[in-house]
């Protein structure tokens, strides 16, 4: 079993930057693939970025891809998410997730979650 801490939220004006971290507890973090979803207010939860155990294959949403970037630590157990040229659609909570099997994309992939982490992104 994995427990996962997101940090790094806040509120950021339009065209800033942000650092999402993820922190994992548990000596089994380099087993999982990791992924960051979001949520807005009133929508369903969907992926955002998405990596695999070592960290050799990664998944963009097309909404990010070339501005977001995923990346994991496995000495540090964290997983991070820089997010760069933000627009006030990104606004939403973003949660970070493990998953033991092979998917990185669908949500149901994953086992475990955490609690989340706001961004805010003001025009």
């Known amino acids: 079993q994995v427990q996962l801490v997101e940090s790094g939220g806040g509120l950021v004006q339009a065209g800033g930057s942000l650092r999402l971290s993820c922190a994992a507890s548990g000596r089994t973090f380099s087993t999982y693939a990791m992924g960051w979803f979001r949520q807005a207010p009133g929508k369903e939860r969907t992926i955002v970025a998405a990596?695999?155990?070592?960290?050799?294959?990664?998944y963009y949403a097309d909404f990010v891809r070339g501005r977001f970037t995923i990346s994991r630590d496995n000495a540090k157990n964290t997983l991070y998410l820089q997010m760069n040229s933000l627009k006030p659609e990104d606004t939403a909570v973003y949660y970070c997730a493990a998953s033991r099997s092979a998917g990185l994309v669908r949500r149901s992939d994953y086992d475990y979650w955490g609690q989340g982490t706001q961004v805010t992104v003001s025009s």
């Open positions: 990596i695999s155990w070592r960290g050799g294959t990664t």
